[in-house]
T-cell receptor
Framework: DTAVSQTPKYLVTQMGNDKSIKCEQN?????MYWYKQDSKKFLKIMFS???????INETVPNRFSPKSPDKAHLNLHINSLELGDSAVYFC????????????FGNGTRLTVT | AQSVTQLDSQVPVFEEAPVELRCNYSSSVSVYLFWYVQYPNQGLQLLLK??????LVKGINGFEAEFNKSQTSFHLRKPSVHISDTAEYFCALQPGSSNTGKLIFGQGTTLQVKP
């Protein structure tokens, strides 16, 4: 029944490791996003995909690589994790076009030690 | 470039009192404006949105907001808050010329409702 679901909810890992976060939406939306929420709760867009095509890439390090196998899924792979990557990562989706609210998942709290 | 400023990082208020959370924006183009709420350990949920038309918009849970173009503001109000309204509130804008859906967020305001 969940509209936008992310897994895992919590992820604790060591520096240098590679990890992935998965996201799925069952709303039939064409556009999906990854947002990062830092320790001060500031939210910033990282990537956006429209129907499997990358449309927004906001100067995110190359260690972050999104992949969209189909328009209902958008995964985030992170290589060589660093302490500064610790944050909450939110997946979201929306219908095509502007003026459309985003629907957010419940977030993945990533802690890098 | 566009930006959103939420003027208060924390707003403590007693239960059943009125509250206003302030949001100002900066943009050289027309914008769409949104308020989202984030309850602890949850994702963001849309409270209300301003797209066009009436400047007073009503949302869920008894919240409303007023768009003021001359003041470039979009303040959120509720006449009587409940303990359950304790959460983080985010104001966000989307450039009217954009079709990417990208949201630019403010820094958030923590609403603390006390009994």
């Amino acid at each position: 029944d969940t509209a936008v679901s992310q897994t895992p909810k919590y992820l604790v890992t060591q520096m240098g490791n590679d990890k992935s976060i998965k996201c799925e939406q069952n709303l039939g939306h064409d556009t999906m996003y990854w947002y990062k929420q830092d320790s001060k709760k500031f939210l910033k867009i990282m990537f956006s995909y429209n129907n499997k095509e990358l449309i927004i890439n906001e100067t995110v390090p190359n260690r972050f690589s999104p992949k969209s196998p189909d328009k209902a899924h958008l995964n985030l792979h992170i290589n060589s994790l660093e302490l500064g990557d610790s944050a909450v990562y939110f997946c979201a989706s929306s219908p095509n076009g502007g003026a459309k609210p985003l629907h957010f998942g419940n977030g993945t709290r990533l802690t890098v030690t | 470039a566009q930006s959103v400023t939420q003027l208060d990082s924390q707003v403590p208020v007693f239960e059943e009192a009125p509250v206003e959370l302030r949001c100002n924006y900066s943009s050289s183009v027309s914008v769409y404006l949104f308020w989202y709420v984030q309850y602890p350990n949850q994702g963001l949920q849309l409270l209300l949105k301003y797209l066009s038309g009436s400047t007073l918009v009503k949302g869920i849970n008894g919240f409303e907001a007023e768009f003021n173009k001359s003041q470039t503001s979009f303040h959120l109000r509720k006449p009587s808050v409940h303990i359950s309204d304790t959460a983080e509130y985010f104001c966000a804008l989307q450039p009217g010329s954009s079709n990417t859906g990208k949201l630019i967020f403010g820094q958030g305001t923590t609403l603390q409702v006390k009994p």
